[in-house]
């Protein structure tokens, strides 16, 4: 990694984006059924144009503990790393393979979908026990209820924490959105990250001010950008220009964006 990376550039990492190929397995429920491939060429692709030197694949909820695209994925790339959407029963061996090909984390993805798993089971206890030997995280999205209560749960666990878009907050409650508190609570914690990104999934919240308040609990060391790409469910209504433009108008200073780009690539192992 260059030694700046201010300038005409991007942000340094994209924490959070999906590749998949149409023809997927989906799990029962899906809330969404792929109409195309979005290859790793295509996101690369994207990245430079962007002038974005990092990447990270985020398990798509859709798919599933089906990772197999993903583990592909990183072994052609080594600008990506990735989240994977596990079974709790989940043998140390897979994991340990999963973390030599570039996973750093587990990801709960549940918005729209029915039931939330029982984290306080004993597969998931042990699950957690190793996702905190192997440094990774627990990367959580859902309705900010069920992140309130999963983050109290994952917080207890004692493992690392990275919440999703704001905490996926509602305008009417802003900062005192239950999702949002619970990514403040997070940040609080020591053990957690929040990611600045996907307004338009929050559409109506002031989300400078929530960038702000984020800023000012944790600083650039618990913020993260991503883009969200190819914005699933809003494919033809956001570009990937327009995700750049939102992080540099609520985090406007330069250098501060450059130190939350910092923090992603140390949190997702380039460095």
């Known amino acids: 990694m260059s030694a700046s990376h201010t300038g005409g550039l991007g942000p ?20 969404h059924k792929p109409s195309r491939d979005v290859t790793p060429e295509e996101y690369t692709r994207t990245l430079d144009e962007h002038g974005v030197l990092f990447g990270v694949h ?24 990735g989240t994977a959407i596990v079974d709790p029963s989940i043998s140390w061996h897979e994991l340990k393979a999963m973390d030599a090909a570039g996973i750093v984390g587990i990801r709960f993805s549940l918005r729209d979908y029915k039931g939330t798993p029982d984290l306080s089971s004993i597969e998931y206890q042990r699950l957690f026990r190793r996702v905190a030997e192997l440094d990774w995280h627990v990367h959580v999205y859902a309705e900010g209820e069920r992140i309130a209560a999963l983050t109290a749960q994952l917080l207890a666990a004692e493992v690392n924490i990275v919440i999703d878009h704001y905490g996926n907050p509602v305008p009417a409650l802003g900062e005192n959105s239950p999702g949002f508190q619970a990514a403040l609570r997070a940040i609080g914690s020591g053990r957690g990250w929040v990611k600045v990104s996907a307004p338009y999934r929050s559409a109506g919240c002031d989300h400078a001010a929530l960038a702000a308040r984020l800023l000012a609990e944790g600083g650039p060391e618990r913020l993260l950008f991503a883009s969200d790409w190819p914005f699933v469910g809003h494919e033809t209504k956001v570009t990937y220009r327009q995700m750049v433009e939102s992080f540099e108008r609520v985090i406007p200073d330069p250098l501060t964006r450059e130190k939350i780009g910092r923090t992603g690539v140390r949190l997702y192992k380039f460095a």
């Open 58 to 81: 985020a398990a798509a909820s859709f798919m599933g503990p089906y990772n197999d695209y993903t583990l592909a994925a990183l072994a052609r790339y080594p600008r990506l790393r």
């Open 12 to 31: 340094l990492i994209d924490t959070h984006a999906h590749i998949y190929p149409r023809d997927t397995p989906l799990i029962e429920g899906a809330t």
